[in-house]
């Protein structure tokens, strides 16, 4: 069964500075898609960025980025000139053929940007 | 702008009511899923439907849930008899599968209080 994993329940950072939210996943499938999702206080989730596992180039929306690592299992989201509106709880997410069309999230890690 | 909606976007309700939850996918998008979000459990799948016919219901509780798709553009989640453990934020997703995986889109959840 696919895994995955948020190691850092909590991240803080400078408003106008950048932080990288770490996303590590445990597959053996080798088509898949990875998400990163932003959930604000609003509690409406929000797709953030999106990572075809075929593609080698690293997605790019804006200000937020991420580090793919295919063959480390993993998926980092960077954010650059954080601002206040960043603020929210972070989910990664995996989907796999084999898992039909089944998100496994993970725990997710929370943002604080401070002014 | 295409989103997902969803009615109530809040219910208070007492044990034992009935309790249906709306959802309107996206359009287009040819899959719908029903997800519920707790402190203690995280974001769990409850069912899926493809084309309006579901596909994966082993996430809901069979008692007292039914989710249902009387039309391609609304899906339904019922809870009969509601208890206070149901009480959660439920979200709607929808996507399309074509060729390749999809992406889910989320609605901005209904969130239920059951006293």
């Known amino acids: 069964a696919q895994t995955v994993t948020q190691s850092q329940p909590e991240m803080s950072v400078q408003e106008a500075e950048t932080v990288t939210l770490s996303c590590t996943y445990d597959t053996s499938e080798s088509d898949y898609y990875l998400f990163w999702y932003k959930q604000p206080p609003s509690r409406q989730m929000i797709l953030v960025i999106r990572q075809e596992a075929y593609k080698q180039q690293n997605a790019t929306e804006n200000r937020f980025s991420v580090n793919f690592q295919k063959a480390a299992k993993s998926f980092s989201l960077k954010i650059s000139d954080s601002q206040l509106g960043d603020a929210a709880m972070y989910f990664c997410a995996y989907n796999g053929r084999t898992s039909g069309s089944r998100l496994t999230f993970g725990e997710g890690t929370q943002l604080t940007v401070n002014p | 702008d295409a989103r997902v909606t969803q009615t109530p976007r809040h219910k208070v309700t007492e044990m034992g009511q009935e309790v249906t939850m709306r959802c309107q996918p996206i359009?287009?998008?040819?899959?719908v899923f029903w997800y519920r979000q707790t402190m203690m459990q995280g974001l769990e799948l409850l069912a899926y439907f493809r084309n309006r016919a579901p596909l994966d219901d082993s996430g809901m509780p069979k008692d007292r849930f039914s989710a249902e798709m009387p039309d391609a553009t609304l899906a339904t989640l019922k809870i009969q008899p509601s208890e206070p453990r149901d009480s959660a934020v439920y979200f709607c997703a929808s996507g399309f599968l074509g060729r390749g995986l999809e992406t889910q889109y989320f609605g901005p959840g209904t969130r239920l209080l059951v006293l």
């Open positions: 359009l287009g998008h040819n899959t």
